[in-house]
């Protein structure tokens, strides 16, 4: 069953129902909604999605609203107190993959204006060279966790069936680029 099936009959409220038919594949313009999605996926290894969902604000607010430059600037303080807020996933690989991350992405908005630039510049479509790129620049990466950040942002297609609902707003959404 795909995700767009699952969505389908949920309550409008249900916190699946909300991400599909609003986040999931929209594009994302800002950087730091940029670095808190990648966040949330990579934290989400190894766990469900209605996990990470229940626990983004919370997420968001450990992780100082996904500021990109404050999270860079984490210290050995900073990793104590994640690694003791229930409220998230208190795992230190992946903590210390958030701070090294958002150090990386500063260095690529200092190269090229903006994560999300970077983003719109590899112009890759094949996920294998998309995970060999962010293996590159990044921690705590693999096949599905870049698959499911470039699909949930809208950088690779499937995020949504042709025959769901939101299908059509996701392709409006979409640079011209990007369709």
């Not at 599909?20 to 800002?30: K, L, N, R, T, V």
């Not at 990793?79 to 690989?93: F, H, K, P, S, T």
Request: proline share 2%; hydrophobic share 40%; aromatic share 12%.
């Amino acid at each position: 069953m795909s995700y767009c099936d699952y969505c389908e009959n949920l309550p409008k409220d249900n916190l699946h129902r909300i991400y599909h038919d609003s986040m999931y594949g929209f594009p994302i313009e800002s950087d730091n909604e940029l670095f808190g999605r990648f966040l949330l996926e990579i934290n989400q290894a190894g766990l469900s999605w209605d996990t990470i969902l229940k626990k983004e604000v919370a997420f968001r607010k450990a992780f100082d609203n996904f500021d990109i430059s404050k999270v860079a600037k984490y210290n050995e303080k900073d990793i104590e107190r994640l690694l003791n807020d229930a409220g998230i996933i208190r795992n230190r690989l992946k903590i210390n993959a958030a701070i090294h991350n958002a150090s990386a992405i500063l260095a690529l908005q200092e190269k090229h204006g903006s994560f999300k630039t970077w983003l719109e510049q590899q112009n890759l479509s094949d996920l294998s060279d998309w995970v060999k790129l962010f293996k590159k620049h990044f921690k705590f990466v693999g096949n599905e966790i870049v698959n499911e950040f470039l699909m949930s942002s809208g950088y690779l297609k499937g995020a949504h069936n042709e025959n769901c609902i939101i299908f059509d707003k996701i392709i409006k959404s979409k640079p011209q680029w990007l369709k």
